[in-house]
């Protein structure tokens, strides 16, 4: 039995890394891009009409940050999954994306088939934060 794509939204406020974003998921037949916003607030709109299984979403925009978005979406819609993409790779970030529930962290600067693999592991309820080392899960 074959799956049904993977459905996922996007929201970052630079357009031009969201649209790039969305051309590359194009490469991967498994990956539907179903809505993208520039914020938080649009991306709560669209995902009202149509859920996805994973919201890739950046930290800092405006209107609404990933943070509060993320929030929102872990306690409304506890089967979607968040998959934060940020330039910032602070362990204190990540610690307190990781005590908010979030189920993956990923830079910017990750490769197109890094996002994919990450997005599977997703898919199959695994988490993924790859900017520490081990050491980084047991101090928590």
Do not use: C, W
């Not at 969201?18 to 490469?27: A, D, T, Y």
């Not at 409304?76 to 970030?93: A, R």
């Not at 005590?99 to 830079?107: A, N, P, R, S, T």
């Amino acid at each position: 039995m074959e799956l049904q794509p993977l459905t996922l939204a996007i929201a970052d406020d630079h357009t031009l890394f969201r649209k790039g974003v969305i051309e590359i998921l194009k490469n991967f037949e498994e990956i539907t891009v179903i809505s993208d916003a520039a914020n938080g607030v649009e991306l709560l709109e669209k995902i009202e009409a149509n859920l996805p299984d994973i919201i890739m979403l950046d930290l800092e925009m405006p209107d609404m940050d990933g943070i509060a978005v993320a929030r929102y979406v872990l306690s409304k819609y506890p089967t979607v999954k968040i998959l934060v993409v940020s330039m910032y790779g602070e362990e204190e970030l990540v610690r307190k994306l990781l005590d908010e529930g979030v189920h993956g962290y990923l830079l910017k600067s990750a490769d197109p088939e890094e996002l994919r693999e990450v997005l599977q592991l997703l898919r199959n309820g695994k988490t993924h934060y790859p900017v520490f080392s081990q050491n980084f899960f047991t101090l928590r």
